[in-house]
């Protein structure tokens, strides 16, 4: 299995700080990619980079990948009260050079921001 | 544009009885299907994935099945459901051999009594 560990489990944060989560993972990927989920709703897609990016911004997010490593972090800049919710990783396999869309997922980061 | 759509929301049932949880895809013709069981609000867990009609792929054994009638409609069944059964459950879908991002319905809370 290479599933995806976040770390912290649960992250806490003023409005305005910046939050960080990590991902680790176990063997070769295509692509890792960042959710979230809202209490109690389906998880929406954030951000992906693939196994040849070091680095890739989508607005206050920026996303970095080590693949020396196998380890994956999550930042949300300037983070505002909205952004409370669960993160989780999630990796492709690499197979064969082809993905067949499998994602593992890891047990998620809880993020709260208090305004 | 491509929506989900996952029904029921929450359901209650006793231990013992069947399920059913219905799932279907607009908007995009022969997408990757899956269920995914969420426990306690943590991880997921990827119970069954089908890339095509009839082609269902299971990731571990359990009191569940899976059912893909029709190329975006994809159905989770259990004969006897058991308290260990409870959980929320995703259906989602991604295209086809892009290995790139899945989406998610909005889930199916099921409590087994």
């Known amino acids: 299995s290479q599933q995806g560990e976040e770390d912290p489990q649960a992250l806490s944060i003023q409005e305005g700080e910046n939050a960080t989560m990590n991902c680790s993972y176990k063997t070769s990927i295509n692509n890792l990619q960042w959710y979230r989920q809202n209490s109690g709703r ?19 997010l920026r996303v970095t990948l080590d693949t020396s490593k196998k380890s994956s972090s999550l930042l949300i800049t300037a983070s505002r009260a909205a952004d409370t919710a669960s993160y989780f990783c999630a990796t492709a396999c690499s197979f064969g050079g082809t993905s067949y869309g499998k994602l593992t997922f890891g047990q998620g980061t809880i993020l709260t921001v208090h305004p | 544009s491509q929506t989900i759509h996952q029904w029921p929301a929450t359901l209650v049932q006793p231990v013992g009885s069947p399920l059913s949880l219905e799932c279907t895809v607009e908007g995009t013709s022969n997408p990757n299907l899956y269920w995914y069981r969420q426990a306690a609000g943590r991880g997921l867990q990827l119970l069954f994935y089908s890339v095509g009609i009839g082609q269902i792929s299971s990731e571990v054994p359990q009191n569940l099945s899976a059912s893909r009638p029709q190329d975006r409609q994809f159905i989770l069944s259990s ?11 995703l259906c989602a879908w991604s295209v086809a ?3 790139n991002t899945i989406y998610f319905g909005e889930g199916s809370w099921l409590t087994v009594v």
């Open chain 2, 97 to 99: 051999y892009s290995g």
């Open chain 1, 42 to 60: 389906g998880l929406v897609h954030l951000i992906l980079i693939r196994s040849n990016e070091r680095e890739k911004h989508s607005g206050r």
């Open chain 2, 79 to 89: 004969k006897k459901l058991l308290l260990s059964d409870s959980g929320f459950y």
